[in-house]
């Protein structure tokens, strides 16, 4: 993907909403972008959901995002800003973290947004429905584990599990998707 004009051809792609072009982006980024969070936020768990997240707003504000330099380094800088984010939330900002700016390049930090995706309600509604109840309170009412684990009467560490499992599961599944979308357009 270092080759610029691929990655222009990639962008535009996705720009035209082409969705096989966003999963290979995916599938090129996502476990980097994926084990970068996690560095960040000392969390697997919490590495996935950023890394998640980041491709949600991507696709979500496809139409707008400018890449100056290259598509890596705009990922990894969403994934920085979404990853600080995080932390600031849960008042555990390192002043190392903050004051870093390695992977924050020509990338302003993005807007939270609503998932609304056809394909990914699909996915959503695969899931198991406790995990799938979990996940949207989590994910598109923007509850935190805390809440949702008061709201339910469940433990947080059930909550925290839910999430991960359903990124995983989404994770998969949209693999899954993309060899089948391959197969019957080769």
């Given at each position: 993907m270092q080759d610029t004009g691929a990655e222009s051809l990639l962008l535009h792609a996705i720009r035209q909403g082409d969705e096989k072009a966003l999963e290979m982006v995916f599938l090129r980024y996502y476990?980097?972008?994926?084990?970068?969070?996690?560095?960040?936020?000392?969390?697997?768990?919490?590495?996935?959901?950023?890394?998640?997240?980041?491709?949600?707003?991507?696709w979500e504000k496809r139409q707008s995002i400018e890449v100056k330099e290259s598509l890596r380094q705009y990922l990894f800088a969403m994934t920085?800003?979404?990853?600080?984010?995080?932390?600031?939330?849960?008042?555990?900002?390192?002043?190392?973290?903050?004051?870093?700016?390695?992977?924050?390049?020509?990338?302003?930090?993005?807007?939270?947004?609503?998932?609304?995706?056809?394909?990914l309600t699909a996915y959503i509604n695969q899931l198991?429905?406790?995990?799938?109840?979990?996940?949207?309170?989590?994910?598109?009412?923007?509850?935190?584990?805390?809440?949702?684990?008061?709201?339910?009467?469940?433990?947080?560490?059930?909550?925290?599990?839910h999430v991960y499992r359903a990124m995983l599961q989404l994770k998969e599944l949209s693999v899954v998707l993309f060899l089948l979308y391959s197969r019957d357009n080769i």
């Open positions: 476990n980097l972008l994926s084990r970068y969070a996690a560095r960040l936020l000392k969390s697997e768990a919490d590495g996935q959901e950023v890394a998640a997240d980041v491709f949600l707003t991507f920085r800003h979404r990853a600080l984010r995080l932390l600031k939330a849960k008042d555990r900002v390192p002043a190392s973290l903050e004051l870093t700016k390695e992977y924050e390049i020509n990338a302003e930090p993005e807007e939270e947004t609503p998932v609304s995706t056809d394909h198991p429905p406790q995990r799938r109840h979990i996940f949207r309170l989590n994910k598109i009412e923007g509850l935190s584990y805390p809440e949702i684990a008061q709201r339910l009467g469940i433990s947080e560490k059930t909550v925290k599990n």
